[in-house]
């Protein structure tokens, strides 16, 4: 016998299905009004109606859309007011991140500190409030400036070896020859005794290097501040390195200057020309110059050179600056001397680099107290000049 409330509980247990399809977006309207037949005759055993479960499903549907409307209007609400980021007193809100947040962040930057010690220590600052505010202005980073181009020198002129982990290098110098050969005076009488001579020469590293002190908390804020003091140090590190090689310092007593051999011209007043002379000579010598270095002003006077009729002997007026002179590579040294020029054959020399330049950043003295930290750039090497002879420091007399 068929219940009168049968049609009831029907339409109760389809509202209670047509909920959940709803919440996982099923399309319940639809799928009634396709299956429509299959649907009524489910209906006839209660003797109820398809359209009373119609009705219900709709009526149900109509209040689960007035509230998805209502949730996007409290939504759409709550992102206009996150996008004005404004008080009520229309100051700026900055709304800063939380500890886990600066953590995170912390932790990724010094990664690769912790892979190497195990070991890290991470400062993070959390705010009296987790919002704060800041009155009609906006700061925006513009940069830090710093000399950063390339660092003239004698460096530019030697060919650089690796040499990590040699403290210094033995090696024999070639200072001259005794004897000289010459023709045999007859059969059965004695030949000419030639003979090289050579000096041992055992030659240290030198080491160059410069410090700045700033304080921690630059140190920390300015990515770029840090930046520039490295660049700083390197530029001052290499000027310092460009007088050791020219005219020596501490291990290496005068310089490539001083092991140059003299060439001072009696025939021609021009230092161009007198280069051009030295070069003959030592090809003469023996040697194949390749490299000549020489003061920016000096080389500024050569390449403006005009003849008679006030044209450039280097080349056009707006063309870029030679780099080359009669088959030379030009190398700038603001350590060379007025009116000279030093002429290399550049396979009789060498620069062993024991340690590229590198930065440092530690505690000296009572820097951990006074919120210090000193920041450390050095280079070490070692200068080989093997034979006398092969270098000419030339000058107009």
Partial sequence: MKSKHFPLALVALVSLVSLSAHALGFDVASFFTQHQDAIS????????????????????ERKLNSVNTNHAELADRLLQLEQKGTSGSGERIIRTGGLGEQFVK????????????????????????????????TLVGGGVGAVNGGVLGLQNAIPQVPASGVSSVEYSRFTGTQGAAAVQAGEGAAKAAIRPDHTLVVQSGLTVAGYA????????????????????????????????LTTGGTGFSGGFAGLATAHVSTNYMILADTISEAVATMQTAGFEPDVVAINPLDWLQITVATDTT????????????????????????PTVADGHALLIDSAHCELRVVDGFTVEVAY???????????????????????????????SRS
């Fill in 213 to 244: 002190k700033m304080s921690r908390q630059a140190l920390n804020d300015s990515a770029e501040l840090k930046r520039a003091v490295d660049v700083t140090i390197a530029r001052s590190v290499g000027k310092a390195l460009d007088v050791a």
């Fill in 106 to 137: 912390a932790f990724a930057e010094n990664a690769e500190l912790f892979n190497k010690t195990r070991s890290v220590r991470l400062e993070l600052k959390a705010a009296g409030d987790a919002i704060t505010t800041t009155s009609g202005r």
């Fill in 364 to 394: 000296s003295g009572d820097d951990f107290t006074n919120n210090l930290v000193t920041i450390l750039g050095e280079t070490r090497v070692i200068p080989i000049f093997r034979t006398t002879g092969s270098m000419r420091l030339v």
């Fill in 310 to 333: 006030n044209s450039y002997l280097s080349g056009g007026y707006l063309g870029a600056l030679p780099q080359e002179f009669r088959g030379l590579r030009v190398v700038l040294s």
């Fill in 41 to 60: 005759g489910l209906s006839m055993l209660g003797a109820g109606s398809i359209d009373q479960v119609l009705k219900a499903m709709e009526g149900v």
